[in-house]
Structures are given as structure tokens and as C-alpha cells.
């Protein structure tokens, strides 16, 4: 294609680069017509408007009402245009699709780490495989960095103190840069790395070869290192609550309001456990933070073994209110499933305050498995 030809332009190499240049070609084109009509005007207007003996002093003039009307609706429709194109555009970036390939990163002064969650882990430099959507979800371990594919259209500021995520699909196989676009200390126009784009085949090969366990295993590790297996006990005999089947559900907090277990709720109950604690566990909370300790690589492994504990569905508006109406029964670890009557919420409805609802098919109950 001409653009990609076009050696201002990288290459397009993903199911967005053509959707995003297009966009920009439009805009460039545009703002160019308009400029370039504006000086030609003026330059033809300032001759033939030049002053002359005998025409010194202007007539007042009353443009039709018509043109001004054609002035003021034409160039809205355009923009209003602009924006629809862009906000198209912009979710189809934003949503990251259901079947995405998981990768973590960590950015750092000044390199970029990425795990798998088999547990691969690589230094600038990333495999995926093609035509498969790869969803990262990344976290700095200093400042603002910020992720960009240029073959693949997509960047991102990646932040300290909470996660992002960002996906994208590529659909050529090769090798492609990796910046960081975010002006972050001296050594930031090294920060700099390559992803590597492979057949589906070779990237199981790839994967294959050396690795020292799943991301959701080493986590498990750190789980007992951490001992946060002493207060998160597979049962309700444990100080802190079940965490099988937490992710991705619905939690209700001691201020009763209900919040959904997502990856910056998780990272947030590691770090500060205070900001939201679970009802019927404070405040406040007894669990220590471990802010300080427990740095970005391993919080990712972590979060991942949350995760591996099950998931739920994330739950709906009538869910969420059938968990409302049941704030004032008994809270606690020794619930039964009682709180939330299982037709009302569903398989993979809302988590109740005693940590029992059932979870997706196929997953065990919360607080039927040992982590
Ligand atoms: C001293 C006991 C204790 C230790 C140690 C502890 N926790 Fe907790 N944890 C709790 C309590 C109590 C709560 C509920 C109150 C709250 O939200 O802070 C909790 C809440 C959580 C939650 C939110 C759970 C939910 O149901 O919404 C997560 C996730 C979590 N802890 C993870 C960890 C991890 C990971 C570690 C180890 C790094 C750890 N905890 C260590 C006691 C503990
Ligand atoms: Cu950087």
C-alpha cells in the first residue's frame, strides 16, 4: 500500500494501524484543503480588494443570511463527523477483546520487562504470537513511561501507582519496535526494545523452551513468602477473607457499597489495605500493607494467582441490588450460601458478604478449595 511505502510512516501491522492512519490521513488532508484555501484567498482578495484613487473608504456590507448559515452548519457537520470517526476509533482502542492473550509488563528507569503468565519472562523484547488480540496489563515500578508499538498504532502511559491495560492485535509476522514515549530521565531514548511477531507454532515452541513456572505459580510462592497464607486460609477459619473466586466479583465494603474485584481493587488490598476493606473485616483492616515490600514483578504474580483461585462474572445492576437488600443479614465467615438465594443471583452472581455464592461453571465455590 502507499502508505506504507511511505518511509515517514511505519509499517501498518496490526488489525488498527490502517483504522488510525486513515483517521489521520483524513484530518492532515483536511486542515490542509482548508489552510491552503485560506492563503489563496487572502492573496487573491488583497490584490483584488488593493486600494485604489477614488474607492479609500469601504462600504459597509451585510453578507446573506444564507451564507452565514452555511458557514456555521457546514464546517459543525464536519466536526461532529470528525468526532463519531474518532470516538469509533478511540473504543475499538479502548475495549480490549474477551479472548485476548494475557501479558504482563513493568516499565523501569529505563527498561521494559514482560512476563507470560506459563512464566516467560524477557527484557525489551516481547513474543506474541500473530492474529491473536494480546492484552497487557503493565504498572511502573518509578515514573510515568509510556508504551508504544508504532507498527501497531497503540501506546499507553503506563503509571505508577495503579494498572492499565492495552491490547492489540498484530497481523504480520516480524519484528517491530518498541518505544517508550514518555520523556522519562536521562537514559529515556534508550529505553527502547523489539517485538517479535510468530506464527502461532513457533510461539508454542518458543514458549516451550525455558521457563521456571507459571506467573500464577510463582505466586502461589510468594504467597506463603509473604504469608498471606496465614490469613487468607483456603476456609472461613482464616482472619482475612476466602480469596477463591474473588476476581471479577462483586465485593461489598464496610461502608456497604459494592465494588468489583478487578485488578487495581486487587492491587490496591495488597498495598493499602485500608482504602477499602471488606465488610465484615473492619475497619480497620487487620491485614498489614505491603507497600514497600513486594515489588511490581511479583505483585503481577501475585495478581495472577488471584486470578488462577477462579474468577466470576461481573455482576449486573438486579445482582447487585439483590446483594443491597441482603447488607443486613449476618456478615461473616460463617455464612452459608443462605445470604444470596442462587436463583436471584445466578451462576457467577455477586460474591455475598460471607464469601459463598457460587461461582462460574465449572469453577469450585468460594471457600471449597485449599489455595
Ligand atoms: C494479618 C492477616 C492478613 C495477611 C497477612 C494478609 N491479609 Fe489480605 N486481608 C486480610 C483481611 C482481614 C482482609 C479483609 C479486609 C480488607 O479488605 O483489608 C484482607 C483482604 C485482602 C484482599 C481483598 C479480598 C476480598 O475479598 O475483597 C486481598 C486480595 C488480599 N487480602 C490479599 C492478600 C495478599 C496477596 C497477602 C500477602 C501479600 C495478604 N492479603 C496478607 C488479612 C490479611
Ligand atoms: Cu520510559
Known amino acids: 500500500m502507499l502508505i506504507a511505502d511511505f518511509p515517514l510512516f511505519p509499517e501498518q501491522a ?37 486600494r485604489r484613487p477614488g474607492n479609500e473608504i469601504p462600504v459597509d456590507y451585510e453578507p446573506p443570511k444564507i451564507l452565514e448559515l452555511a458557514w456555521i452548519i457546514i464546517p459543525s457537520l464536519i466536526f461532529v463527523g470528525i468526532f463519531i470517526w474518532a470516538s469509533w476509533v478511540y473504543f475499538e482502542l479502548a475495549r480490549v477483546p474477551d479472548n485476548s492473550l494475557q501479558i504482563y509488563a513493568t516499565a523501569k528507569q529505563w527498561m521494559w520487562k514482560f512476563q507470560h503468565p506459563t512464566g516467560q519472562r524477557e527484557i525489551n523484547e516481547l513474543h506474541v504470537p500473530v492474529n491473536r488480540p494480546i ?17 501497531f498504532r497503540t501506546k499507553m502511559d503506563v503509571l ?76 472461613a477459619t482464616g482472619r482475612g477473607p476466602v480469596l477463591m473466586g474473588v476476581y471479577g466479583s462483586s465485593v461489598m465494603l464496610s461502608d456497604n457499597s459494592i465494588i468489583t474485584a478487578d485488578d487495581n481493587y486487587i ?5 493499602d489495605p485500608q482504602a477499602k476493606v471488606v465488610k465484615g473485616f473492619g475497619p480497620p483492616s487487620v491485614m498489614p500493607t505491603f ?80 489455595p
Open 267 to 271: 492491587r490496591e488490598s495488597i498495598l
Open 160 to 235: 505508577p501507582n495503579r494498572y492499565r491495560t492495552m491490547w492489540f492485535q498484530a497481523t504480520k509476522t516480524g519484528r517491530y519496535h518498541i518505544f517508550c514515549s514518555q520523556y522519562c530521565g536521562t537514559l529515556h531514548s534508550g529505553m527502547i526494545g523489539w517485538v517479535v511477531v510468530m506464527d502461532p507454532t513457533d510461539y508454542q515452541k518458543w514458549l516451550a523452551g525455558g521457563s521456571e513456572g507459571s506467573m500464577a505459580s510463582e505466586g502461589e510462592k510468594l504467597f506463603q513468602k509473604y504469608a498471606c497464607n496465614t490469613c487468607h486460609t483456603g476456609d
Open 135 to 151: 492484552k497487557i496489563t503493565m504498572a511502573s515500578e518509578d515514573v510515568i513511561h509510556s508504551l508504544f508499538f508504532p507498527a
Open 14 to 50: 496490526s488489525t488498527m494501524a490502517s483504522k488510525v492512519d486513515a483517521l489521520y490521513l483524513f484530518l492532515v488532508a483536511l486542515t490542509g484543503t482548508v489552510s491552503l484555501l485560506v492563503f489563496v484567498t487572502i492573496f487573491y482578495f488583497a490584490v483584488k480588494y488593493r
Open 291 to 370: 507497600q514497600g515490600q513486594v515489588n511490581e514483578d511479583d505483585l503481577l504474580k501475585l495478581l495472577a494467582y488471584v486470578k488462577s483461585l477462579g474468577t466470576q462474572r461481573v455482576t449486573t445492576p438486579e445482582s447487585a441490588q439483590s446483594l443491597q437488600t441482603n447488607a443486613g443479614a449476618p456478615v461473616g465467615q460463617t455464612a452459608s450460601p443462605a445470604g444470596i438465594s442462587p436463583s436471584s443471583a445466578g451462576p457467577g452472581g455477586p460474591r455475598g458478604p460471607g464469601g459463598s455464592a457460587t461461582t462460574t461453571a465449572g469453577q469450585p465455590a468460594r471457600g471449597t478449595k485449599k
